[in-house]
């Protein structure tokens, strides 16, 4: 098996691991709790706290745990959209987000919001210029990925950041899919608020965190015992909050030579690819794209079918198949690729295990199922 779909998920690193063992082992208390054992558990959580707030350039008490990143992004727009719906009801957000974003901006709209859509260029970049004209004075959040899942390309956005300043409007990035692939500093992008999901960065499923400056307030998504500053009540899941903690501090180890090692990874697969399938097409920025991405198509096919015939090739499609017919992803749609181009579009995302046999294997089988099933 050749895995090459790490914009989905990743593995967990061995270190992460054996950094989740003593909150299972020894350091099991509950962090509210005054005895010892209670006091122990919240000095390991403030590290993993720590750890996260050290790789984004913030405070250790700007960092709230969460259940992933689909919480984060969803206890951002509907926290906003609460806590300010008396100081204006407008969102504006693009048409390649994340469905946790999408489909919390239309649950939103359902309910008396007014949410604007932006679009993208054919680069699945969304113009600085488009924001600024957006901003409305009832706009109350605007919410900009960093880095699409699907192509890769990397968004603007401290242009963004700098114009929502200027009018006083809250400013969100989705970064699920840019840290541990690029630098990602929250004051050097001039956000107020930042999403993190674990699995995306080799520490578990099911945990994540959420970067809210000082001085912003929103309203709680979960009430109860008052924990993470009140704004997400539940006992702290120790174990995962502390794998997330270590995946952020073996980041800050690897990012400056694991971003030259994977993109010079990512060219060889597309130059053995397009060396023998000169048709082939790259969906994202040529340039401002994450180093790991290759979101390539090959012209009057379908993905699923080149995939199928690739059984040790773990990778995702741009496209699905259902009842004979294909829909292309939003974000192709967005970017206003034809589904005679966009149908064949396969995303091949690279990671830290990814080896350079691997990539010359992957290119192989590809060049192979295309050509088998075009007949050269």
Same mark, same amino acid.
């Given at each position: 098996?050749?895995?090459?779909?790490?914009?989905?998920?990743?593995?967990?690193?061995?270190?992460?691991?054996?950094?989740?063992m003593p909150?299972?082992?020894e350091?099991? =208390?509950?962090?509210s709790?005054?005895?010892?054992?209670?006091?122990?558990?919240?000095?390991?959580?403030? /590290?993993?706290?720590?750890?996260?707030?050290?790789?984004?350039?913030?405070?250790?008490?700007?960092?709230?745990?969460?259940g992933?990143?689909?919480e984060?992004?969803?206890?951002?727009?509907?926290?906003v959209?609460?806590?300010?719906?008396?100081?204006?009801?407008?969102?504006?957000?693009?048409?390649?987000?994340?469905p946790?974003?999408?489909?919390?901006?239309?649950?939103? +709209?359902?309910?008396?919001?007014?949410?604007?859509?932006?679009?993208?260029?054919?680069?699945?970049?969304v113009?600085?210029?488009?924001?600024k004209?957006?901003?409305?004075?009832?706009?109350?959040?605007?919410?900009? +990925?960093?880095?699409? /899942?699907?192509? =890769?390309t990397?968004?603007?956005?401290?242009?963004?950041?700098?114009?929502?300043?200027?009018?006083?409007?809250?400013?969100?990035?989705?970064?699920?899919?840019?840290?541990?692939?690029i630098?990602?500093?929250?004051?050097? $992008?001039?956000?107020?608020?930042?999403?993190i999901?674990?699995?995306? $960065?080799?520490?578990?499923?099911?945990?994540?965190?959420?970067?809210m400056?000082?001085?912003?307030?929103?309203?709680?998504?979960?009430?109860?015992?008052?924990?993470?500053?009140?704004?997400?009540?539940?006992t702290?899941n120790?174990?995962l909050n502390?794998?997330?903690?270590k995946?952020?501090?073996?980041?800050?180890?690897?990012?400056?030579?694991?971003?030259?090692?994977?993109?010079?990874?990512?060219?060889?697969?597309?130059?053995?690819?397009?060396?023998?399938?000169?048709?082939?097409?790259?969906?994202?920025?040529?340039?401002?794209?994450?180093?790991n991405?290759?979101?390539?198509?090959?012209?009057? +096919?379908?993905?699923?079918?080149?995939?199928?015939?690739?059984?040790?090739?773990?990778?995702?499609?741009?496209?699905?198949?259902?009842?004979?017919t294909?829909?292309?992803?939003?974000v192709?749609?967005?970017? =206003?690729?034809?589904?005679?181009?966009?149908?064949?579009?396969?995303?091949?995302?690279?990671?830290?295990?990814?080896?350079?046999?691997?990539?010359?294997?992957?290119?192989?089988w590809l060049?192979?199922?295309?050509?088998?099933k075009i007949?050269?």
């Amino acid at each position: 098996m050749i895995y090459l779909d790490y914009n989905a998920t990743t593995p967990i690193a061995g270190e992460v691991a054996d950094a989740m063992m003593p909150p299972i082992t020894e350091d099991f =208390g509950n962090p509210s709790s005054a005895h010892p054992i209670g006091v122990r558990a919240r000095k390991v959580l403030e /590290n993993a706290r720590e750890q996260i707030s050290n790789l984004l350039g913030c405070d250790r008490d700007e960092i709230i745990f969460t259940g992933g990143g689909t919480e984060s992004n969803n206890m951002v727009l509907k926290g906003v959209a609460w806590s300010l719906r008396d100081k204006g009801r407008h969102i504006i957000t693009t048409k390649i987000e994340h469905p946790s974003i999408m489909k919390t901006a239309l649950f939103l +709209m359902e309910n008396g919001y007014e949410v604007t859509f932006l679009p993208v260029d054919e680069f699945g970049a969304v113009a600085p210029d488009e924001v600024k004209r957006s901003i409305r004075g009832d706009t109350i959040l605007i919410t900009v +990925m960093y880095a699409n /899942n699907e192509t =890769g390309t990397i968004q603007p956005i401290a242009d963004i950041s700098a114009f929502a300043r200027e009018r006083g409007v809250l400013f969100h990035t989705d970064a699920a899919q840019s840290i541990g692939k690029i630098e990602t500093r929250v004051d050097d $992008l001039g956000v107020d608020l930042l999403t993190i999901a674990g699995h995306k $960065l080799y520490a578990p499923k099911g945990v994540g965190a959420l970067f809210m400056r000082k001085g912003v307030t929103i309203e709680p998504l979960l009430h109860g015992g008052g924990q993470e500053r009140g704004l997400r009540s539940g006992t702290e899941n120790m174990i995962l909050n502390v794998g997330l903690g270590k995946a952020c501090e073996l980041i800050q180890g690897y990012l400056s030579g694991e971003i030259p090692r994977i993109r010079t990874l990512r060219d060889r697969l597309y130059e053995r690819i397009a060396w023998a399938v000169p048709k082939a097409v790259v969906h994202g920025h040529p340039e401002q794209r994450l180093p790991n991405t290759l979101f390539i198509s090959f012209p009057g +096919m379908v993905g699923e079918d080149i995939l199928s015939g690739i059984p040790d090739l773990c990778a995702s499609t741009g496209a699905a198949c259902h009842d004979k017919t294909v829909s292309l992803s939003h974000v192709l749609e967005a970017m =206003g690729v034809t589904k005679e181009v966009g149908m064949g579009a396969i995303r091949l995302s690279l990671g830290r295990p990814t080896t350079e046999d691997e990539v010359d294997q992957a290119a192989q089988w590809l060049i192979d199922a295309v050509k088998d099933k075009i007949g050269f």
